[in-house]
């Protein structure tokens, strides 16, 4: 009869040890673009308006570590401006960044400084301002080319 219950017993722990729960597939909700802002990108010789953009605005350390982070994609209207508050080499990289990006670096009197154009998702590699910047606009791989922007064009912001 002993036997009968420890048999019972092991035969219940077991039971009760087995997983049954199925494996929860996690999702995170996506990640979409916020307009705090609009940023108009002039031509240097002239004034003339290059392209006018959406903005989000990356301030706080969480945003500026955060970026574009974690996007499935931007339209090529919109774009990321950090706004740090020293003039310094600043340097990025593209850890979690899922969308090739143009990284434009802008000196404190909103002149382009430097550009990183191209640059590939979850690259971690550092990718500098190469000069002392206080901005950097961040736009979709390619558009820099496409407006034909120069180091030495002026932008402007505001915050909505």
Request: net charge negative; hydrophobic share 40%; proline share 2%.
């Amino acid at each position: 009869m002993k036997a009968f219950f420890t048999t019972l017993f092991v035969l219940v722990l077991l039971l009760n040890s087995c997983k049954t729960d199925t494996k929860k597939e996690i999702k995170t909700d996506v990640i979409s673009f916020t307009k705090e802002g609009s940023l108009a990108i002039l031509k240097s010789e002239t004034d003339s308006i290059i392209t006018r953009l959406d903005i989000e605005f990356a301030e706080s350390e969480y945003e500026t570590q955060t970026g574009l982070m974690y996007r499935e994609s931007m339209e090529e209207h919109q774009g990321m401006l950090f706004i740090f508050p020293d003039v310094a080499m600043h340097s990025f990289y593209m850890k979690n960044t899922q969308i090739p990006l143009d990284i434009i670096y802008i000196d404190e009197n909103l002149k382009i400084a430097s550009f990183q154009k191209n640059a590939q998702p979850f690259n971690e590699n550092g990718l500098t301002s190469k000069v002392p910047v206080k901005y950097v606009l961040e736009i979709n791989a390619g558009l820099s080319e496409r407006l034909g922007l120069t180091i030495g064009d002026n932008i402007s912001f505001t915050k909505e």
